[in-house]
């Protein structure tokens, strides 16, 4: 089987062969499902079961219909970044369709969109007022959607490989001293301002999320 990119997870360089096959691959093969990825979100999961466990995650996302986007989730953006997850979003209209047990296991986005959390880096060529408009109107529609994520490699643990049973993942809610000096990490490496993010969204109305079952893991709200 070739191995795509130059070097392996342990960045150790590929053999000749390899590459041969990887560019072969590369010119012959139908990747359709990876191009359709049309989005990278960064933001950050929380583990259901600690909640002061965070993974910052780069999510690809794309959309599979109307009301319906799939992401894969990775650990940086670099080229040999690990694929350490999955998320799906769907729209209220589908969420309250859902059984009651189906819907405590997705989690609201208004806090990451309305606090600045949730951000689209932008392409170091973009003009920032240019961006920051597809961005806003990207985060119109996010701050509507339920979010159900499972990491599958605990890499803030330092495992090698994928260890044990996927695990479900929430999201910031609220302001706290771990988020605020999680998002001031990223922030800094992203060149970021929340609070630009802040006052640009603050038009973006904020849904009415279902009072019960949504985060359902936060035991603060759910005791």
């Known amino acids: 089987m070739a191995h795509c990119g130059t070097s392996n997870a342990a960045g150790e360089p590929v053999s000749t062969s390899q590459s041969i096959l990887e560019g072969a691959a590369k010119a012959t093969q139908n990747f359709d ?21 965070i993974v910052e995650a780069q999510h690809y996302c794309a959309h599979i219909t109307e009301d319906i986007r799939q992401c894969i989730i990775y650990d940086s953006p670099e080229k040999n970044a690990r694929l350490i997850g999955i998320e799906y979003m769907i729209t209220p209209r589908i969420y309250e369709t ?21 951000i689209m880096p932008k392409p170091p060529l973009a003009p920032e007022v240019v961006w920051e408009k597809a961005e806003t109107a990207e985060m119109e529609e996010l701050v509507k959607v339920y979010g159900k994520t499972y990491h599958l490699w605990q890499v ?28 001031n ?22 849904p009415v999320i279902h009072p019960v079952d949504s985060d359902r893991w936060d035991h603060s709200k759910h005791p």
Not at 111 to 117: H, M, T
């Open 156 to 183: 803030d643990r330092g495992d090698k490989v994928p260890l044990g049973a996927p695990m479900l993942m929430g999201s910031f809610l609220k302001e706290t001293e771990r988020v605020q000096s999680a998002v």
């Open 98 to 118: 859902l059984p009651a047990e189906e819907r405590k296991l997705w989690h609201s986005h208004v806090f990451e969109v309305k606090g600045g959390v949730l």
């Open 33 to 53: 499902p990876v191009n359709n990825i049309c989005a990278w979100l960064n933001a950050f999961h929380v583990y259901a079961d600690d909640p002061t466990r």
């Open 185 to 206: 990490d990223r922030n800094q490496r992203f060149g970021v301002e929340s609070g630009r993010k802040v006052e640009i969204r603050k038009h973006i109305e904020e």
